[in-house]
């Protein structure tokens, strides 16, 4: 069996993390399931810090990809942390604005 490749791509800054999507298409449960372990991870040892998911390679995802950024969200502000979604594509960014999300997530 392969080692999984990893989904996202991590930098850490002073008082900001950066969280890379590697994948054009975020489509299959099992994608889902890695990159929520993996933020979870991040997440945790990220504490109050700002937290910036840059989504540049991303093209596609799934409608449970926004049920995991809003857990994502809740549990970055439960640490008193911030979260900011960067480079959005424009068809990713029109989802976001028709189910409102816009208005739960800074996107810059």
Not at 81 to 99: A, C, M, P, Y
């Amino acid at each position: 069996m392969e080692p999984a490749q990893p989904r996202i791509e991590i930098e850490h800054g002073m008082d900001v993390t950066f969280v890379t999507f590697v994948e054009e298409k975020i489509l299959e449960e099992e994608q889902i399931k890695d990159i929520r372990e993996s933020l979870e991870q991040v997440i945790e040892e990220n504490g109050g810090k700002k937290l910036i998911l840059n989504f540049a390679n991303v093209k596609f995802m799934t409608s449970a990809v926004l049920g995991l950024l809003v857990r994502v969200h809740k549990r970055v502000v439960e640490l008193d942390g911030k979260l900011q979604l960067s480079n959005l594509d424009s068809n990713l960014r029109r989802v976001f604005e028709i189910t409102q999300l816009t208005k739960v997530f800074d996107i810059s």
